[in-house]
């Protein structure tokens, strides 16, 4: 079964950078895409970065191109979230995702905080 555990989350200062971390175990299945998703306090989760693994085509949503960066470690188990020049919204729970299998199943993580400081 596969298994996501985010890190590298804490209380940064506005304008600052932060780098989260995704370790992926367990998996005997193939891995279509791999994501990071945030969910504000009370706002719907939504899809902040993504990458498919046949094409390594990336994907942001607007409100972060240009400022945050999803990169793979060598062995493709690790994904992390290089943040840049943090704002007050970005504050959010961030959550590690993928899709696998021939059943395309989601798996998330348990989430890591993120908290932006003005």
């Known amino acids: 079964q596969l298994q996501l555990v985010e890190s590298g989350g804490g209380l940064v200062q506005s304008g600052g950078s932060l780098d989260l971390s995704c370790t992926i175990s367990g998996t005997i299945e193939p891995i279509y895409v791999m994501a990071w998703y945030r969910q504000a306090p009370g706002g719907r989760r939504e899809m902040v970065a993504s990458i498919a693994m046949s094409n390594k085509k990336e994907v942001y949503v607007d409100s972060v191109k240009g400022r945050f960066r999803l990169a793979l470690g060598r062995a493709n188990n690790t994904m992390y979230l290089q943040m840049d020049a943090l704002k007050l919204e970005d504050t959010a729970v961030y959550y590690c995702?993928?899709?696998?299998?021939?059943?395309?199943?989601?798996?998330w993580g348990q989430g890591t905080q993120v908290t932006v400081s003005s």
């Open positions: 995702s993928t899709v696998s299998g021939k059943a395309l199943q989601f798996t």
